[in-house]
């Protein structure tokens, strides 16, 4: 297919769906997503071939690639389902409200399907709902006051961003981690306990000391929470 970049195809949300076909099973992009969404759901994306969607739809492998090119494009579909529910997220007018709204709901998404955590910050998510999330967020940043051009747009977007993922990134590492060893905090704490304390008495280590005596277990949400506020109070100077 001719596009203005020479021969490569149109992008997935941009071609056409493949007339329908009198067939036992009806097929779409929507159902194929789905479907894909619900196979990494349950095993986690590298359990994730057209051959096991396929089957998953009762279909032959062949059918879907009318649909989708590669696991590539596969992959931007199921993204962009996932976009689609964060941007049902209401739109405030005072800027900062909106990016707590957003931020929150990414996690949330993320935390619900957990191999989303594994494609954020990784190729650009291009699709229609992930660049209607990526223009509210932008649209409410430009509204700092801190935020004067687009070079400051550009950074705080990057800061923002760069919380996210790694925030996000990093509780579901724990939460995977957690449920594959059945070894939760409390009992990772107790088996490293003796170990930790003899290190702890040598007083090399006087803060890392303060931070396990004195420290409190952290709630995850308060603490994305507390840390998002931080990253904004940045970004608008505060």
Known sequence: MYTPYGSAA????????????????????EKIAAAAIRLADARGLDGLS??????ELGVGPMRLYDYVLNRSELLDLMVDVVYARIAEVDQHQEWRA????IAHATRRAALDHEWFSDLLGARPHLGPHALAVGEATAAAL????????????????????????GAIRREVTERRTARS?????????????????RMLETGRYPTIARLVIDGSHLDAEETFS???????????GA
């Open 181 to 197: 060893t059945g070894t939760d905090e409390a009992a990772w704490q107790a088996s490293l306990g003796p170990y930790l304390t």
């Open 98 to 101: 909106t990016v707590l709204a």
């Open 50 to 55: 057209i051959r096991k969607i396929a089957k």
């Open 142 to 165: 430009s509204r700092s006051p801190r935020v004067r051009d687009v070079g400051d747009l550009q950074r705080a977007l990057g800061a923002l961003n760069g919380f996210l993922v």
């Open 226 to 236: 507390h840390n998002l506020t931080t990253v904004l109070d940045g970004i608008t």
């Open 10 to 29: 149109l992008p997935v949300w941009e071609r056409p769906e493949p007339q329908p076909r009198a067939v036992p099973v009806p097929l779409s992009r």
